[in-house]
């Protein structure tokens, strides 16, 4: 593979986007290629720039789904065919433009139902909107702990407009690797993502408290504590408030593994 091909694939490579054959392929070349590397570098610094800078208003995963499907059922339909003679075609296209569209009504019915299921369950918004923001982060394959976890906190602190120090700054096993600023619900959230040993990313937002509450249903008790808990689309989901804040974590470890990261930074903060 030479560099003007291998440039074609950096951005798909950077978001995961490449079959494993083409992207093995892709990662032989920027080994070996001082440039290529750079572009691929400079390509992951400007997405997670933009990522951080704009923000995202993520549709729930149930309408999703539900679009997904649609698309897969309307690709996938095959009119039977018949024969009509004389002035029956025009009455049977007519009968059938009638149809499709009665069907795309309902159709069109149905993921607005479904949209407003979901917009009456604001906790079900924040739970996706959260999970869809640390999968997100965790296709950019950072890897490597920040350098002075400090600066990151600084940086955060003069972009958002309410205090949330002292921040855990990661440890042996769980290290800071970066900070962002996200949109959750309508809410600006100073946001960290660490990562543990076996490469396992948490992801931590801090937002102001106002407006969020909280379900008395779901609580998991963690020591003394007692946070909101669910799984989304696989990755455990925490809730919990602190001060003036609303603490969301979301995490690719088990029980366990949830647990300890939650009682480092409920207890820093």
Known sequence: MDCSEAREHLSDLNRDRLPAGTAEAVRVHVGACASCAEALRVDAE????????APRYAAPHALRAHIQSLLVESATAQPTPRRFSGWRPWLFAHRWIAGSLAGAAVAVLVVWAGSLRMARDPMSMLATSAVDEHMEYVKETMTHPAADPLAVVRELKARVNYPFEPIFPGDSQEQLIT????????KRAATFVYRDGAGRYTTLFLMPEAGIVIPAKGRIPIETFNPYHRVVSGRQFLLWKQG?????????LDAAGLASVFLKIRKTL
């Open 46 to 53: 400007v997405r997670a720039l933009v990522r951080s800078e």
């Open 179 to 186: 900070g962002k600023v996200s949109d959750l619900s309508g």
């Open 244 to 252: 003036n804040l609303a603490c969301v974590l979301v995490s690719d």
